[in-house]
Each structure stands twice: as C-alpha cells, then as structure tokens.
C-alpha cells in the first residue's frame, strides 16, 4: 500500500477499484491442507495459492486477513510461512490485517507494533483497546505512516456479552464505553481520521447498527472491520443493510471478514481444488454485497 495516502484512502480507493468489501481471512488448519511438506511450505503455498487464484479470475481481494495464532502455534516454520504471505500479498497490492488483538502498557504496545509494522510490515493490526486509550499511543507513530489500528468492541463470539453488555453507572453498555475511546481519539486529534476502526461481529447485526451509526451521526469516519460470517452465523447481507448500504457513503471503508468460508471451501464444495473452491466462494459473497 502507498505510504503516501491516508489507510482509509487506501481502503476506500482498493474496494472501489475491485468492487468488493469482503475481507479474506487466511487461517489454514494444517489438519485440512490437502498439501504434503514442510509446515512452512505446506502453508505459504495453500494461501498463496488461494490468492493466486483470485487474482488469476480478476477477484483480487481488497484485504486479507490472517489470525496471528494460526501461524504462531507452529513455531518459527509458521511465523516464517505468515511473513512469506504478507510479502506475496505486497506484491501484489493486497493490504494486510494481523488479527493479533494485542494490547499492553507502553513499552509492550510498542513492542507490538515494531513487530507487527516492522518485522511482518503489516497493514493494519486488531487491537485489544479495553485497557484504555493509552494502550492505542503507540502506534500512532505507525498510524501517521497510513497504517492502520481495529480496536476490540462488539466481538462476534457467543460469550461476548457477559463483559461487553454490562451496563454501566451512565447507563452506556461497556461496548459503547470502548467506542467512545475510538472515537474521543478523533475528536480530540490524537490520530489521523481513518487510521483507527472498529471491530464489531457480524453475529450481532443490532449492534453493528447501532454503532455505525452513533460513529456516522457525529461525522466519525471509523473503518469497521466485521468478522463472524458464515461458520459463525453472521450474514453478509444482513451487515450490509446494517451498514446501510448504498445510501451509506462510507460503505468503502468497511470489510466483511470470511476465514474458513475460504480456506475450508473445497470441502463445501466437494472438489480437491481447493483454490478454485475459494475463489467460487468469494464471487458468491461478492454477489451477496453487490454495492
């Protein structure tokens, strides 16, 4: 991505020019890659091969998404396949998402972040913000250089109420607690517009409603990044129109994030041809969010 322009530019001008907002989420299950080699190898050439194949069919994803813990619980041969696909996406122009969810006091945030821009040279990182705001300070270096930072608030798992639904003493959920910490960040000036987003699953559509527009009635242009469809429940259709749609100008911005949708979609579809499996998958999602 150009270092030059803004993340969100980046974001809106990719998704306008390849006509989706679907994230692909790379998180390969070694026991369901039908590949033989060494674990670097066997997961560099599966997720390489998948985004070969969109780019072949002219489907070229407007984001990926790889999960930190599907390549770090396979020690270094797994973190080196993780750096071999974020270097292939750069290659060919596909912005990175590290689904890391890191968040810690200074010195550890700025650990991350020289990590995750640095070693990995990331796009963007999800974020852990219910620490409070000065867990997001350091990467506002980084920030101002068009990467990009998701906090943690709505989340898409089953169990994430029992915190994040907790009514505080001003009546605001804890959930809408966190999205006022984004959004006081861009009020008071402390980052860039659109280099700080949200992540709210698409399981809880009210919600991801809910928050948009309390983030749009108040001119905030915060990126959402919306995990949950297909495996988990969510569905695409049912973000959009809590997104608005078409009458929603910063609709651009946003990315519906599908992981096993694509990296298990051969055997949805009954064929060995895993990559062509994925790329049927992300036309269909494509067609799903006509915009």
Not at 65 to 72: D, E, G, T
Not at 142 to 160: F, P
């Amino acid at each position: 991505m150009n270092k030059e322009e803004s993340y969100i530019e980046q974001l809106t001008q990719l998704a306008q020019q390849r006509k989706s907002i679907i994230c692909v989420g790379l998180d390969p299950d070694i026991e369901k890659i039908p590949l033989q080699g060494n674990l670097e190898q066997v997961i560099t050439k599966f997720c390489a091969n998948i985004l070969q194949a969109m780019i072949d069919e002219n489907v070229t994803p407007a984001i990926v998404k790889p999960n930190y813990a599907f390549y770090f619980q396979h020690g270094f041969e797994g973190l080196k396949a993780l750096q071999n696909i974020i270097g292939f996406c750069r290659q060919n122009n596909i912005p990175v998402i590290l689904d890391a969810k890191v968040g810690d006091i200074k010195k550890t945030a700025q650990a991350y972040a020289k990590g995750i821009f640095g070693w990995l040279n990331a796009d963007a990182v999800t974020v852990n913000a219910y620490m409070g705001s000065d867990v997001l300070a350091p990467f506002l270096p980084y920030c101002n250089k068009g990467k990009g930072i998701y906090g943690l608030l709505k989340t898409s798992n089953e169990s994430s109420g029992e915190l994040q639904d907790l009514e505080l003493k001003d009546s605001r959920k804890v959930y809408e607690a966190a999205a006022g910490i984004l959004a006081k960040n861009y009020v008071d000036g402390n980052f860039p517009i659109g280099s700080i987003g949200g992540v709210i699953g698409a399981t809880y559509p009210a919600q991801l409603k809910q928050l948009n527009d309390y983030f749009t009635s108040r001119n905030l242009v915060l990126p959402l990044l919306i995990p949950g469809v297909g495996g988990q429940g969510g569905s695409a259709g049912e973000v959009v129109q809590a997104l608005g749609g078409k009458k929603n100008k910063n609709i651009w911005t946003h990315r519906i994030n599908v992981s096993s949708g694509f990296t298990e979609a051969y055997l949805k579809y009954k064929t060995d041809d895993y990559a062509g499996a994925a790329v049927k998958e992300l036309k269909k999602l494509n067609k799903e969010v006509i915009l």
